[in-house]
């Protein structure tokens, strides 16, 4: 009997969930990169961190790699373009001359406060097609799927 090698199994894009959720992510973030783009020569890595940065100032860049779930490495070239743009500024952490941390200053501040209404009016007009029932439902599944996830990763990591 001859060695047939195993079929490998069929991975069904259109039901296969990381792709889903990569694909959607791309084309609502690409959709309102566009504004952001054109008006500030923003790129959408730029963007993310100056909004973490706009939420939660004093962050170093790996923190802001951690609450973005970005590549350190594509963290840290936005974060080198922002600075030498003047829309974030880096300073060393008190004592500990090893950690800088982060800001915007006040140019990235004013692009930041400009973007956030354009980002919240673009998440108004996709959510508007939903009820509010719907809206619901969804975030509580995607609160979920975060903690599963979570969990995925920790046992992917123990095993």
């Known amino acids: 009997m001859a ?11 259109e039901h296969f969930l990381p792709y889903r959720l990569s694909v959607l992510s ?7 990169a566009r504004v952001y783009s054109e008006r500030f020569g923003l790129g959408v890595t730029e963007w993310r961190v100056m909004a973490v940065l ?5 962050l170093s860049a790996g923190e802001v790699a951690q609450r973005t779930a970005m590549d350190k490495v594509a963290v840290s070239r ?4 922002l600075v030498e743009a003047g829309r ?14 982060l800001r915007l200053t006040a140019e990235g501040r004013a692009i930041h406060d400009a973007v956030a209404p354009l980002a919240l009016a673009f998440e ?28 995925a990763e920790a046992d992917l990591a123990g095993g």
């Open 3 to 13: 060695d047939h090698p195993q079929a490998s199994p069929s991975l069904d894009l």
């Open 26 to 32: 791309n084309r609502v973030s690409g959709a309102i």
């Open 54 to 58: 706009g939420r939660y100032p004093d």
């Open 78 to 81: 936005a974060v080198a373009g």
């Open 88 to 101: 974030v500024e880096r300073e060393t952490h008190g004592d500990d001359r090893r950690r800088s941390v």
């Open 124 to 151: 108004r007009r996709l959510l508007d097609g939903m009820t509010a029932d719907e809206r619901e439902v969804l975030f509580r599944l995607l609160d979920r799927l975060d903690e599963l996830e979570l969990q």
